[in-house]
Structures are given as structure tokens and as C-alpha cells.
């Protein structure tokens, strides 16, 4: 049978209505249909009210990022000098490692034990949220702490690593959102 002579009912005297609400959380996007079957391609429902609601609540997209190898770090440090990190974790307004960072780690690990002869700057970055002096500060204090791992549990000489806050005076990105804010919060590994 082709599709032009099957028989479509259209609803009596549809209505629609679409809303949103923003909020802090997120979007919220609200659509409703609601109409009168009155056709007879469906007796069973025939004289009856169909309603479809969508409510779609968006949310503000995940901000971590995936683990970067050490074939591509090699090869970012090679063209450019420098490789950005987003895999190292520190809870907010802390300087202490994540166990999450676990697997950035052992790619740095890996990358440096590859290039024996390579020598870094660790740079912590943060946003603009606080002071300047407490994110040089802090900045600072988690680059110390990436060199410490790095030095104590994958056995780099601390000769090849030297960690330098730089706070919130280079951002990749506005300060104006979250998402701005999440790709300057990170740690860079910058070619001595």
C-alpha cells in the first residue's frame, strides 16, 4: 500500500504550547500538544483527548576532560612548547591531588621516563574566582604538588621539574561562566 492512500486523522482543534524557565541549573523547556481525536482511522481512540508533554531539563554540560596520553602530550610539547592539562583534580580551594588524577599522572610518568632528557616547567592555573595573591598562591602550590608526585611515586629527578603558579593571568578562555572558568583551571606542562 503506498503512504498517499492511507487515511491520516488530524486532531479537532489542536493547542500547543511551548515554555521555558531559566534558572541557575539550567534551562527547563516545557512543550504540551492536547486534541480531540475525532477521526475513525483509530476507533479505539476515537473521541478521546491525546495529550503529549515534553519536559526537557537541561543541564550544564560535564566539564572534565578525557586523559591526554603521553604520545600526544610528546607531540604537543614538540610543536608548540607546551601541552595543557585537564585531567588533574583538586577539590576547590585545595592544593592536594585528587585520586582521580591518578591516570594523567601516569601518563606524565610515562612521557617524562620517554624523554629522560626533557626538562619542564609544571604551571598551575586557576580562574579569577578569589583574590590574586590567593590564586598565585594556590596555583602554585598545585604545581608544587604535581612535581611531588611526579618526583616521589614515578622517581623523576627533581632537577627536570620545576612548578610555577601562575594563577589567573593567562586564562584560555572568558571568566564570565563556568564553562570559561573550567578550561582555566589547569595545569600546564611548559618545555624548560
Known sequence: MSLSKVAFNVPAEPRYLA???S???????????????????????????AILLDVVE????ETKMVTVDAATMAKDIAETGRVALYG?????????????????LDEIGKLLREQPNLKVYIVGHTDN????????NRSQRRAKSVVDHLVLDYGIAPARLKPVGAGLIAPVAS??????????????IVKE
Open 58 to 61: 537541561a543541564k550544564p554540560m
Open 88 to 104: 588533574l583534580y583538586f577539590d576547590t580551594d585545595k592544593a592536594e591531588l585528587k585520586s582521580e588524577s591518578g591516570p594523567s
Open 19 to 21: 515554555a521555558t524557565l
Open 175 to 188: 571568566n564570565d561562566d563556568e564553562a570559561g572558568r573550567a578550561k582555566n583551571r589547569r595545569v600546564e
Open 23 to 49: 534558572r541557575p541549573e539550567g534551562m527547563v523547556t516545557v512543550s504540551l500538544y492536547v486534541a480531540l481525536e475525532r477521526g475513525t482511522a483509530f476507533p479505539q481512540t476515537k473521541d478521546r483527548v
Open 129 to 136: 574566582v578569589g583574590g590574586f595573591d590567593y590564586n598565585m
